[in-house]
């Protein structure tokens, strides 16, 4: 079992920046590999960021350059750091977490464990 929470959204104009983080707890940190993933209203929930156990990352293309995830095994704790954001990233953002085996994935369906959500609205 795994418990995940998110902070770090809030209203922002284009070009800002924010950060997100996302504390686990209930089960080894450094044994999972976690995800970000975010939802906007009447879309598809979609992979953003996904780091493997040992640090390597993996990001989707509408975010490469402009998104960071990393990770703090000691804080137990997963960021995302979105810098030069749109207002296509306006979306409800997701943590997630997974066994890590073999490979990161980017599929929210390999997902067992999900934090609630925290809001990223970004005005034009």
């Known amino acids: 079992q795994v418990q995940l929470v998110e902070s770090g959204g809030g209203l922002v104009q284009a070009g800002a920046s924010l950060r997100l983080s996302c504390?686990?707890?209930?089960?080894?940190?450094?044994?999972?590999?976690?995800?970000?993933?975010?939802?906007?209203?009447g879309k598809e929930r979609?992979?953003?960021?996904?780091?493997?156990?040992?640090?390597?990352?993996?990001?989707a293309d509408s975010v490469k350059g402009r998104f960071?995830?990393?990770?703090?095994n000691a804080k137990n704790t997963v960021l995302l750091q979105m810098n030069s954001l749109?207002?296509?990233?306006t979306a409800v953002y997701y943590c997630a977490a997974r066994a890590d085996i073999i490979a990161v994935s980017t599929s929210s369906r390999m997902y067992p464990y999900w934090g609630q959500g925290t809001q990223v609205t970004v005005s034009s």
């Open 86 to 89: 749109k207002s296509e990233d």
């Open 23 to 41: 504390a686990a707890s209930g089960r080894a940190f450094n044994s999972l590999a976690m995800g970000w993933f975010r939802q906007a209203p």
């Open 46 to 59: 979609e992979f953003v960021a996904a780091i493997r156990s040992g640090g390597s990352p993996s990001y």
């Open 68 to 72: 960071t995830i990393s990770r703090d």
